[in-house]
């Protein structure tokens, strides 16, 4: 990889938008689209989408489990479509919120920010659940590589809270020392002027009272949530306020709902990018 994660994608966003568009196949989505719930479902499905939005959005997040549901055959599919997503300059951020140990995290890793590996992405999302400590291997080798890592801090689902809006022994929330441990990562980029590799996950559908606090993070942040889980523009615009620049919000199913046609995809993903301004 040529040039860090961080930049990498501060490029892409400037050129196509910040949209991400999430591949999520759902066994729904397969209906919808008239393909069996089979691997070779799931490979028209994958495929159809990178087709769909080359050379129109930054970045595509293809959900792990999706893939995982139909064993191997299932991940030699989420192979090509990383393989088909660099070919047509798309970036991967593959979400797959993996956290553990840090000797286990190496493994993870390997598989998702290693050169070589067939499962190689741009980047990840990860779960600081094992202490936020526990990525600091996985971000080192990220940032050796070129790649990156998305932090969980807010996530978009109700039951987040009472974990995440928790206090941190630091004082504050639990969610803005997620944002607090991923801008540490990114100071160095910060002094270079550059946005750094290190994101955060914060929902579009979160309490825009929540106060987080994003002005050290210099880094991006992921925003799932937008559609189908009810998040807006507006939402988003009222949670990230002067941080709205570094927000790369994310839609699956309200996008992969227009298929299984291009052009209806394409559409979704025009208008969509047309309501973020
Ligand atoms: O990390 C994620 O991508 C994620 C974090 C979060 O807080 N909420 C959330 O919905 N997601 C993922 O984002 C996608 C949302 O899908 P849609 O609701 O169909 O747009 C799913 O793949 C979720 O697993």
């Not at 129109?56 to 090509?80: D, M, N, T």
């Not at 998702?112 to 190689?120: P, Q, R, V």
């Not at 607090?180 to 946005?195: I, M, Q, Y």
């Not at 199913?253 to 969509?272: F, H, Q």
Request: proline share 5%; aromatic share 6%; with cysteine.
């Amino acid at each position: 990889m040529t040039g860090s994660y961080g930049e990498r994608l501060r490029t892409a966003v400037a050129r196509y938008g910040p949209l991400c568009v999430g591949i999520d196949p759902h066994p729904g989505v397969l209906d919808r689209w008239d393909l069996p719930r089979d691997a070779y479902g799931l490979e028209r499905c994958a495929r159809t989408m990178i087709e769909a939005v080359a050379g129109r959005v930054a970045i595509v997040k293809p959900q792990s489990a999706f893939f995982e549901a139909y064993g191997s055959a299932g991940i030699a599919v989420l192979e090509l479509l990383i393989s088909d997503a660099r070919e047509a300059g798309v970036l991967v951020l593959l979400d797959v919120k993996r956290g553990d140990i840090g000797s286990t995290m190496d493994a993870y890793t390997a598989a998702y920010l290693t050169d070589g590996s067939s499962l190689a992405v741009d980047a990840m999302t990860a779960s600081p659940f094992l202490g936020p400590g526990s990525l600091d291997g996985a971000i080192a080798q990220a940032e050796r590589s070129g790649r990156g890592v998305y932090v969980l801090a807010a996530t978009s689902n109700p039951e987040g809270v009472t974990v995440q809006q928790a206090a941190s022994p630091e004082g504050g929330t639990i969610s803005q020392a997620m944002i607090d441990f991923a801008a540490g990562h990114n100071a160095d980029a910060a002094v270079r002027g550059e946005w750094g590799s290190v994101g955060v996950v914060v929902g579009a559908t979160i309490d825009p009272g929540t106060g987080l606090d994003f002005a050290a993070l210099n880094g991006s942040i992921l925003a799932p949530g937008l559609g189908t889980q009810g998040g807006t523009a507006d939402d988003l615009r009222k949670i990230f306020g002067d941080a709205y620049p570094l927000v790369i919000p994310s839609n699956s199913r309200g996008i992969l709902n227009a298929g299984p046609g291009v052009a209806g995809i394409r559409a979704a993903v025009e208008e969509t990018q047309q309501s973020l301004g």
